[in-house]
């Protein structure tokens, strides 16, 4: 329920500017790699028992709005919704947040831009149903290039992130509980309206 309402609200605020806004809907394959300080070895081990670092693999969509163009700097609002798998565990994420994209006129088909979100990501563990939905946020910087009217290829996002994941201390709230850290590759294919 709490991802459905942050979702609405920000298609909501997204909507408020398409009048002379750039949008952009991107869907990108996703690779991360995960990890926490402790170990974990009981029955909510996020990443596996005893285990600090796993890849994750799996596919975001998102869109982003850009509503303020000033020169070769644009500016505007990001959502996006990633779901990453790995050993039997899940992590699925939204992301709400704001964008800052740069069009060189010397390379005008390269546009390097960064990207900060904050939302939520609910964890689920192999070995039980239980899942925890915690505060996740996420900065990110990438390359699109413009190959077609209408079309990008995104050539590389790179990203870090935190959010807690589910462990066995926080479910029976015993000893010390850290937030996973998640350095985060992509790729993809971005489709451009005015």
Same mark, same amino acid.
């Given at each position: ?8 609200? *920000? ?51 998102? *869109? ?83 190959? *077609? ?46």
């Amino acid at each position: 329920m709490k991802l459905r309402f942050l979702a609405a609200i *920000a298609g909501f605020v997204m909507a408020t500017g398409v009048a002379q806004a750039q949008i952009g809907i991107y869907t990108t394959p996703i690779f991360s790699r995960i990890s926490n300080s402790t170990p974990d070895s009981g029955v909510f081990a996020f990443l596996g028992p005893n285990t600090t670092s796993r890849v994750f693999a799996g596919f975001g969509v998102g *869109a982003y709005a850009d509503l303020y163009h000033s020169g070769n700097l644009e500016a505007g609002l990001d959502l996006r919704g990633n779901i990453l798998r790995g050993n039997g565990a899940q992590l699925n994420s939204i992301l709400f947040g704001g964008r800052v994209a740069y069009k060189s006129p010397q390379r005008p088909n390269l546009k390097p831009y960064l990207q900060v979100g904050i939302g939520l990501g609910s964890s689920k563990a192999a070995t039980n149903p239980v899942h925890l939905s915690k505060l996740e946020y996420n900065v990110a910087a990438g390359v699109d290039y413009s190959f *077609a009217t209408h079309v990008d290829f995104r050539v590389v996002e790179v990203g870090y992130g935190s959010v807690q994941t589910i462990s066995t201390s926080a479910i029976d709230q015993v000893g010390t509980v850290s937030n996973s850290q998640l350095v985060t590759f992509s790729t993809g294919l971005v489709f451009r309206f005015h």
